[in-house]
């Protein structure tokens, strides 16, 4: 019994040992050296740690070095393999550089803009990228800017309509993401594919998807006047949806190829029948949440 007591301690002083010389070996590389000179631990503990504290000590001396998150030479972009002590308890995670931090807090407003088959670019939009030099495009700008300034006061939403590719859809994402900088929430809704969407659902998530868009603070409704024409997407979504935002005052925006007259025309032609009353009880309520403009400009797309 004590030949085995006797091995078994030679076999953990041999570890030490090897353990010390592992470590000091690690010392003689200044990363190294400065890292484990910030950890408030004995040389006996943090020996016990070498192989995990050489491999944060190369990501260490990465981001001393580092001009740019597109320079990261990490494992993770934009994040260092670190030790984090934690009552006197050594732990190892990944940590977002100051890069990273930077580029999320740019970025963080995007999340108060969810969008509902969209494409992602217009999520990058912003109100110094419009395009000024069109002359056409003057009394949009002038509406956006003003509903910038006066937000919060009762307002209207906007019917912006014209041609194909004339940057209706840009404009209004540009003023939402403003707002969202302002931790103001919104949705930007592809009209004709939410649709199908929506009623696809049926089943699972539709009252979920339908009280997201009814109930947000800002809402575009983008390309109405694209989706198939039926009495339910009419009758039984639209007609409730805009009459609930009329009733709780929530800006609403609509971009369209068509004027309010093609538009009537338009809603009032269903599958099955002619119904000019129902559609005009659509373009009442657009008419009372919005004002109209048209947009007539280049093809950007």
């Keep these: 019994m004590r030949q085995i007591k006797d091995e078994l301690k030679y076999q953990k002083s041999e570890l030490e040992e090897e353990l010390r010389e592992s470590y000091e070996e690690a010392l003689k590389e200044p990363s190294f050296s400065d890292l484990v000179l ?31 998150i597109l320079e990261c030479k990490n494992k993770m972009r934009g994040y260092a393999y670190l030790p984090t ?19 999320d807090g740019k970025v963080a407003y995007k999340k108060n803009m969810q969008t509902f088959e969209i ?24 509406w956006l800017q003003s509903f910038l300034k006066n937000y919060g006061a009762s307002q209207k939403g906007l019917y912006l309509y014209g041609n ?20 103001i929430k919104s949705a930007l809704v592809f009209w004709p594919e939410f649709l199908r969407d929506l009623k696809a659902s049926f089943g699972t998530d539709f009252k979920e998807k339908y009280e997201a868009v009814k109930k947000v ?39 369209s190829n068509l004027d309010m007259k093609l538009l009537e025309e338009h809603f009032s032609c269903g599958k099955k029948s002619i119904d000019v009353v ?12 919005t004002d109209q403009i048209e947009m007539v400009s280049i093809n950007r797309r």
């Design 38 to 68: 910030q950890l408030t631990l004995s040389q006996r503990e943090l020996m016990k740690y070498t192989s995990s504290l050489e491999e944060c000590a190369e990501e260490y001396v990465n981001c001393k070095n580092c001009k740019s």
């Design 85 to 103: 002590m934690n009552e006197n308890n050594l732990s190892f995670e990944y940590q977002a550089c100051k890069y990273k931090k930077e580029l």
């Design 119 to 142: 494409p992602d670019e217009l999520l990058n939009a912003s109100m110094k990228d419009i395009d000024t030099t069109d002359k056409n495009r003057y009394p949009a700008i002038k």
């Design 164 to 183: 194909y590719g004339s940057g209706k859809s840009f404009f209004i994402a540009a003023m939402f993401a403003e707002l969202a900088r302002k931790n």
């Design 217 to 255: 603070p800002l809402l575009l409704i983008d390309d109405i006047g694209a989706e198939v024409t039926t009495e339910w997407g009419r009758d039984e979504i639209l007609c409730p949806l805009l009459q609930y935002r009329m009733d709780a005052k929530l800006p609403t925006f609509f971009t």
């Design 278 to 289: 129902k559609a005009g009880r659509i373009i009442s309520r657009i008419e009372q949440l």
